[in-house]
Each structure stands twice: as C-alpha cells, then as structure tokens.
C-alpha cells in the first residue's frame, strides 16, 4: 500500500528547532510533489511549504517563509522540513502529503496522499 509517515514530532522550546521527516512507503515519493501542512487546535489545516517532484521548486506561505526549509532524499526515499526559530503559534499536528499536480501543492483539498500526521509543540 502506498503511505506516508511523519516522524520527528515532539515538544520545542521556543526559538528552538526541529526538523520533521515524511517518509513514503510502497512509492517513489520522488515521482511526486510533496507539501507539509498543519492543523492548530481549532484551526483549520493550511498548507505551509511544497516542494516539487525534482527538488528545483520550493514554496512556502508568509508566516514560515525564512524560518523553515524543505527538502528531499530520493535515496532514502523522505522529504524533510526543517523549522527554526519556533513559536508557540507553531503548535499544531504536521502533516505531508503527494500530489501530481504542482500549482496545487498547497491545497488541502487536492493532496491525495496523506500521511497520520506528527504533533510539534512549541512551549516554555
């Protein structure tokens, strides 16, 4: 079966770091677009950062932009995000997801893949 997996989660201080890591299994993941999003307690999922199937194309919204970077490994088969200088506004369940469509690899909606979802919080 095709799946993803967060992993990396945990509990940060503030201003600290942490890099997430999406792993696919039974795929490439190199063949797809991959786009990290995440759902704060009672907010709605957003997506944050998308990163093409090449690895030349990387996105990310206002509130991220310059705090956090993405990547991928085709060898290991994962893309990572790596996030810096957390806030606790950065609290939330991270998820990444696929998509063949890369113009769409911020939309919740579209994603087809998805993996369970990995929850950062960002606390003193």
């Known amino acids: 079966q095709r799946q993803l997996v967060e992993t990396g989660g945990g509990l940060v201080q503030p201003g600290g770091s942490v890099t997430l890591t999406c792993a696919g299994t039974?795929?490439?993941?190199?063949?797809?677009?991959v786009g990290w999003f995440r759902q704060a307690p009672g907010m709605e999922r957003e997506g944050i950062s998308c990163?093409?199937?090449?690895?030349?194309?990387?996105k990310f919204v206002d509130s991220v932009k310059g705090r956090f970077a993405i990547s991928r490994d085709d060898a290991k088969n994962t893309v990572n995000l790596e996030m810096s200088q957390l806030k606790p506004d950065d609290t939330a369940v991270y998820y990444c997801?696929?998509?063949?469509?890369?113009?769409?690899?911020?939309?919740?909606?579209?994603?087809?893949?998805w993996g369970k979802g990995t929850l950062v919080a960002v606390s003193s």
């Open positions: 997801a696929s998509i063949n469509m890369l113009s769409k690899c911020l939309s919740p909606s579209d994603m087809k893949i």
């Open positions: 990163i093409s199937a090449t690895g030349t194309q990387t």
């Open positions: 039974g795929f490439a993941l190199g063949d797809y677009h």
